[in-house]
């Protein structure tokens, strides 16, 4: 069964570094999310992207944070200046074949960024 | 926009036990509503989700969920509970149109006790 894979699944930087977390979703879908889940707390929407442009962005998702469909597979989420409170799970998640609706994500496991 | 909201942080069951865990949301437009489980360390997998038709769902693992329009419920249940259920469970709503991205709940962390 297709599945959204993540890499890497943690990853520790230092506050004011740049990360790139990356992600593969399932092949056909046209729909493309990254949440996050501080430890302890409900998983938050970040960004939504469709069509190679972001359709919806969060109160989070300031101008640290970017996003990138660099080619046909890949999906990524990059945060240039890392904050201690950027600390969290991040999320991808893909939804939507061609055809169909896009209602249902399908997550990955996660990449556990650390900011020291 | 649309909220969700999960009454209980935490419920421990007795093994065999039947367990509900609630669910509630608030919105303006129509909306599709899942049930995702999250295994310590773990993503987060998909149970259950309503979208249109028949209000009772069945999912994976034994789980059943309700839609109650008029309560705006979508509460999870399952009539015997193993041990390998304990996890926290995540009630969440998208729109049906749009972006469809979700909005969880704080999550039920679902204890089930030998």
């Known amino acids: 069964e297709p599945e959204v894979t993540q890499t890497p699944s943690h990853q520790v930087t230092q506050m004011g570094q740049e990360v790139i977390l990356r992600c593969v979703p399932i092949s056909n879908h046209l729909y493309f999310y990254w949440y996050r889940q501080i430890l302890g707390q409900k998983v938050e929407f970040l960004v939504s992207f469709y069509n190679n442009e972001i359709s919806e962005k969060s109160e989070i998702f300031d101008d640290q944070f970017s996003v990138e469909r660099p080619d046909g597979s890949n999906f990524t989420l990059k945060i240039r200046s890392t904050k201690l409170e950027d600390s969290a799970m991040y999320f991808c998640?893909?939804?939507?074949?061609?055809?169909?609706?896009?209602?249902?994500?399908?997550f990955g496991p996660g990449t556990r960024l650390l900011v020291l | 926009a649309q909220s969700v909201t999960q009454l209980d942080s935490q419920v421990p069951v007795f093994e065999e036990a039947p367990v509900e865990l609630r669910c509630n949301y608030s919105s303006s437009v129509s909306v599709y509503l899942f049930w995702y489980v999250q295994y310590p360390n773990q993503g987060l997998q998909l149970l259950l989700k309503?979208?249109?038709?028949?209000?009772l769902v069945k999912g994976i693992n034994g789980f059943e969920a309700e839609f109650n329009k008029s309560q705006t419920s979508f509460h999870l249940r399952k009539p015997s509970v193993h041990i390998s259920d304990t996890a926290e469970y995540f009630c969440a709503v998208s729109s049906t149109s749009g972006t469809y991205k979700y909005i969880f709940g704080t999550g039920t962390r679902l204890k089930v006790l030998a």
């Open positions: 998640a893909s939804s939507g074949p061609p055809g169909g609706v896009g209602e249902t994500q399908y």
């Open positions: 309503y979208l249109s038709g028949s209000t």
